[in-house]
C-alpha cells in the first residue's frame, strides 16, 4: 500500500505569494491531518478533515485554509505568505477514530 | 490544557545498548492516548508505538516499549539494542480528547547512536 503522498517536497515563495500544498492519503482513509513544524513552536496541528468536512481547527490565522475532495485527497493554501509562515509541512491520514496517524514526507516551505 | 513536555532536548547512546527517552503529559481528560513518533533527517514522521489510557499492559513493538505509568502521568520510550539506524528525532504526542486527528506534541528528543 502507498503511504501518504505530499506534493511538492520544496517550495520557495515571496512574501504577499500564496501557496497550495496537496497531499494524497493511503488509500482508504478518509480522514487528513495537516501540521506546521517549525525549529521554534515545533508540531502544530492546522486542522483535519473528514468526509470533505473540517473537523477540526488549530490555532492559526485565516490565510491558512485547506480543503478535502471526495477522493480524500486534500490541500492546504496559505494566502500573503509571511517570512514566518517558512516551515514543513506535513499531512497525515488515519484510517478510523483512534488510529495512528501517517505522515507524509512533508512539503518543506521558503518564504523569502 | 493538555501538555506533553520531553525534558531531553539531546541524547546519547551506544550502538547495541538500550535508551530510555522521557515523555510525561498532563490532561484531565480520563480518555487519551499516547503516541511516539520518529522523524529522521529526511522530514518523514514515522509511528512507533501506541498506548490508550485504558490499556492494562504497556505497549510493545519489537524493539519498541513503552513505559506507561498512568499515576505519574509518564510515557517513557524504551528502544533496546539500540542500531544506528536508530539516530533521529523523537517526538512523544497526545491525542486530543474528542478522538480526533489532533495530536498535541512534545519538543521532541534528539537521539544520536554512536558505533
Known amino acids: 500500500k502507498a503511504g501518504v503522498t505530499q506534493t511538492p517536497r520544496y517550495l520557495i515563495k515571496t512574501r504577499g505569494q500564496q501557496v497550495t500544498l496537496s497531499c494524497s492519503p493511503i488509500?482508504?482513509?478518509?480522514?487528513v491531518s495537516w501540521y506546521q513544524q517549525t525549529p521554534g513552536q515545533g508540531l502544530q496541528f492546522l486542522f483535519e478533515?473528514?468526509?470533505?468536512?473540517?473537523?477540526n481547527k488549530g490555532n492559526f490565522p485565516g490565510r491558512f485554509s485547506g480543503r478535502q475532495f471526495s477522493n480524500s485527497r486534500s490541500e492546504m493554501n496559505v494566502s500573503t505568505l509571511e517570512l514566518g509562515d517558512s516551515a514543513l509541512y506535513l499531512c497525515?491520514?488515519?484510517?478510523?477514530?483512534?488510529?495512528?496517524?501517517?505522515f507524509g514526507n512533508g512539503t518543506r516551505l521558503t518564504v523569502t | 490544557a493538555q501538555k506533553i513536555t520531553q525534558t531531553q532536548p539531546g541524547m546519547f547512546v551506544q550502538e547495541k545498548e538500550a535508551v530510555t527517552l522521557d515523555c510525561t503529559y498532563d490532561?484531565?481528560?480520563?480518555?487519551?492516548?499516547l503516541f511516539w513518533y520518529k522523524q529522521p533527517s529526511s522530514g518523514e514522521m514515522i509511528f512507533l508505538i501506541y498506548?490508550?489510557?485504558?490499556?492494562?499492559q504497556n505497549a510493545t513493538e519489537g524493539r519498541y516499549s513503552l513505559n506507561f505509568q498512568k499515576a505519574r502521568k509518564s510515557a517513557n520510550l524504551v528502544i533496546s539494542a539500540s542500531q544506528l539506524g536508530d539516530s533521529a528525532m523523537y517526538f512523544c504526542?497526545?491525542?486530543?480528547?474528542?478522538?480526533?486527528?489532533?495530536?498535541?506534541f512534545g519538543q521532541g528528543t534528539t537521539l544520536q547512536v554512536k558505533p
Open positions: 497525515a491520514s488515519r484510517h478510523e477514530q483512534g488510529a495512528p496517524l501517517h
Open positions: 488509500s482508504g482513509h478518509r480522514s
Open positions: 478533515y473528514f468526509s470533505e468536512t473540517q473537523r
Open positions: 490532561t484531565s481528560d480520563p480518555s487519551y492516548g
Open positions: 498506548q490508550g489510557s485504558y490499556d492494562q
Open positions: 504526542a497526545m491525542r486530543d480528547s474528542g478522538n480526533t486527528g489532533k495530536l498535541i
